[in-house]
C-alpha cells in the first residue's frame, strides 16, 4: 500500500517570501507519479505541479517548483515569492494504480498555509 | 473546454429525501472520479468508472449509488443518508492511465440533516 506523509500542519510566510511544503511518500512500485494540489476554502481542488518517478528533472510551472529527492522519497513544493492569495491548503498526492482496475490518487494529510502581509 | 461542472454547489436534504450530484466533462477523459472529503481532513475516494465502467468501489455504503450514463456524465445517487455523510463531494476526471493530471470539480457541499 502506498502512503503520502505531511507533516506540517499548519505554516507562516511573509509574503513575498519563499516557502517550502513538505511531503514523503512510501512505496514499492517503480512507476508512480506525485501531484500537488491547492485548495482554496470554496473547495475546488486545483492542480499545480507533477514529477514523474522517472523525471530527470525537478519539475516547474511558475512559481511552484518541486524538489524530487527520489532515494530520500521526499517531493517537497517549493512556492517562490509568495502572495497573498496563496493562503490555502496544499495536497501532496500519488497515482497508484489500483489492481489494474484504473488508477487512483492518494492524498496526504495536507498543509494550510497562510500568508502574511 | 478544460473543466469539469458539478452540480448543484450545495445541497441540503433530509435523511429521508433521494437527491442525485451531477458531474460533467468534456476533455474526452476516459476516467471519471468520486471522492467524499470531510472537514480539514484529504479527499477519499469512493468510486472509479474507467470507460464508463465501475472499475473501483472503495466499500461504499449502498445508500450512495454512483451511474456513469456516457462517457461525459457521472452521477451519484443519495438515498437514506445519515447526519455523518455531510461532506464537500468532488468528482474527477482523468486520462485512464499514465501520467497524466486529473481535473477536479469544484465540488457539492452535502449537508444531512
Known amino acids: 500500500a502506498q502512503k503520502i506523509t505531511q507533516t506540517q500542519p499548519g505554516m507562516f510566510v511573509q509574503e513575498k517570501e519563499a516557502v517550502t511544503l513538505d511531503c514523503t511518500y512510501d512505496?514499492?512500485?517503480?512507476?508512480?507519479?506525485l501531484f500537488w494540489y491547492k485548495q482554496p476554502s470554496s473547495g475546488e481542488m486545483i492542480f499545480l505541479i507533477y514529477q514523474g518517478s522517472y523525471d530527470q528533472q525537478n519539475a516547474t510551472e511558475g512559481r511552484y517548483s518541486l524538489n524530487f529527492q527520489k532515494a530520500r522519497k521526499s517531493a517537497n513544493l517549493v512556492i517562490s515569492a509568495s502572495q497573498l492569495g496563496d493562503s490555502a491548503m496544499y495536497f501532496c498526492a500519488m497515482r497508484d494504480f489500483y489492481n489494474n482496475a484504473g488508477n487512483m490518487l492518494t492524498f496526504g494529510g495536507g498543509t494550510r498555509l497562510m500568508v502574511k502581509p | 473546454d478544460t473543466e469539469v461542472t458539478q452540480t448543484p454547489k450545495h445541497l441540503v436534504m433530509g435523511m429521508t429525501n433521494k437527491k442525485s450530484l451531477k458531474c460533467e466533462q468534456h476533455m474526452g477523459h476516459r476516467a471519471m472520479y468520486w471522492y467524499k472529503q470531510k472537514a480539514k481532513k484529504p479527499p477519499e475516494l469512493m468510486f472509479v468508472?474507467?470507460?464508463?465502467?465501475?472499475?473501483i468501489n472503495e466499500s461504499v455504503p449502498s445508500r450512495f449509488s454512483p451511474e456513469c450514463p456516457n462517457s461525459s456524465l457521472l452521477n451519484l445517487h443519495l438515498h437514506a443518508l445519515q447526519p455523518e455523510d455531510s461532506a464537500l463531494y468532488l468528482c474527477?476526471?482523468?486520462?485512464?492511465?499514465?501520467?497524466?493530471?486529473?481535473?477536479f470539480g469544484s465540488g457539492t457541499r452535502l449537508t444531512v440533516v
Open positions: 512505496t514499492s512500485d517503480p512507476s508512480y507519479g
Open positions: 474527477a476526471s482523468s486520462q485512464d492511465w499514465g501520467n497524466y493530471g486529473y481535473t
Open positions: 468508472y474507467s470507460y464508463e465502467k465501475l472499475s
